[in-house]
């Protein structure tokens, strides 16, 4: 459902992406590892459509990014590092906003509501105004617009960012229940977090592909855990 082929992008003098390729299916959950300027968020922010490439391309559910990025964003749900939400509105008018934008009407918007509430566990909060929101129920409210559509792909950069543990174990249980009928990259610091959801892995340094492998495989080759393999891998890439 993901095709991504010779990605790069620079900012100046700095290579955030540099070649990248890879591909992710329906029924994946790919974990994009990295330390930080490792260019995750980049490479996600060129497949949702929000950056161009300056070289390489990708498709989403056969839609080339740079030909056809309307339809790329229609097929995807983008949770960003830092979601745009509008401190001022209510949690409930901001969600029927993304569903105006969505083009979600009528009887099909009160039964995406009914779903998508409850699943990301905002109920108390729809009539608080966003501004008033902890940082873990705003994560929450991000986390529901990307899902008002019930979007094949799911690009999510720090899903729990800001989540207290059992929220946490919320937000990954819903992935995991999602899992088998989406294609899902998720950007993710927390290395049990990938152990607990992730079918597959990849270890980014310095905008290049070090390692992709599912974790499993990872601890068998390097003989131990996943927090080792992280340090081995991107260490070595920049010593």
């Known amino acids: 459902m993901i095709e ?13 992406v ?17 330390p930080n300027g490792a260019g995750k968020t980049t490479a996600m922010r060129i497949l949702a459509c929000f950056l161009q490439p300056d070289s390489g391309t990708a498709t989403v559910c056969g839609h080339d990014i740079l030909k056809n990025p309307i339809e790329v964003r229609k097929s995807i749900g983008y949770l960003a590092e830092n979601v745009p939400l509008y401190n001022e509105m209510t949690v409930g008018s901001f969600l029927n906003f993304i569903c105006d934008v969505r083009e979600i009407k009528g009887s ?23 501004e008033t929101l902890s940082k873990g129920y705003k994560r929450r409210v991000g986390l529901a617009q990307t899902l008002l559509h019930d979007p094949d792909v799911l690009i999510l950069d720090e899903p729990t960012d ?6 946490k174990y919320g937000v990954r249980k819903l992935i995991n229940n999602m899992a088998k009928n989406k294609c899902i990259i998720i950007s993710t610091h927390i290395l049990e977090e990938v152990e607990a959801i992730c079918s597959r892995t990849i270890i980014v340094a310095k905008g290049r592909i070090l390692a992709d492998s599912t974790p499993a495989a990872l601890k068998e080759q390097y003989k131990c855990g996943l927090d080792v393999v992280f340090r081995k891998i991107t260490q070595a890439k920049s010593a």
């Open 4 to 16: 991504v082929k010779e990605l790069r992008r620079s900012f100046g003098p700095v290579t955030a």
């Open 18 to 34: 540099d070649g990248i390729s890879f591909s992710v299916g329906k029924g994946e959950v790919l974990g994009l590892l990295g």
């Open 108 to 130: 099909e918007r009160r039964q995406t509501l009914d779903r998508v509430i409850p699943l990301c566990s905002i109920e108390s909060v729809y009539h608080q105004t966003i």
């Open 162 to 167: 800001g989540l207290d543990p059992n929220q």
